[in-house]
């Protein structure tokens, strides 16, 4: 079984940055991939960013590529987001998951474990 922890979210204003932090026990996340997703009130749960189980591999929602980095430290087991350039529209639960199955991918479906959530909220 493999739980995800993640925490570094906060209330920032736009244009700040925030480094969210997903933490793993159970596994080690150079066996899994990893996928950052996000929910804002009243709206359905989005892809934000994925690296992929071995060589790095990453992929980005378009309304993040450029702003937003996703990086793995296999040393201490986590996987961050580094999120620059925040926007209003970025306010969002953000969720770490992870696939023991899939090499690298964007889907939900896909994703067998989830963190409980880290709350970001940017500020106009």
């Known amino acids: 079984q493999v739980q995800l922890v993640e925490s570094g979210g906060g209330l920032v204003q736009a244009g700040d940055s925030l480094r969210l932090s997903c933490a793993a026990s159970g596994r080690t996340f150079s066996s899994l991939a990893v996928g950052w997703f996000r929910q804002a009130p009243g709206k359905e749960r989005e892809f934000v960013a994925a690296i992929s189980r071995v060589d790095g591999r990453t992929n980005y929602a378009d309304s993040v590529k450029g702003r937003f980095i996703i990086s793995k430290d296999n040393a201490k087991n986590t996987v961050y987001l580094e999120m620059n350039s925040l926007k209003p529209e970025d306010t969002a639960v953000y969720y770490c998951?992870?696939?023991?199955?899939?090499?690298?991918?964007?889907?939900?479906?896909?994703?067998?474990?989830w963190g409980q959530g880290t709350q970001v909220t940017v500020s106009s």
């Open positions: 998951a992870a696939s023991a199955v899939w090499f690298f991918t964007i889907s939900q479906s896909h994703y067998d474990y």
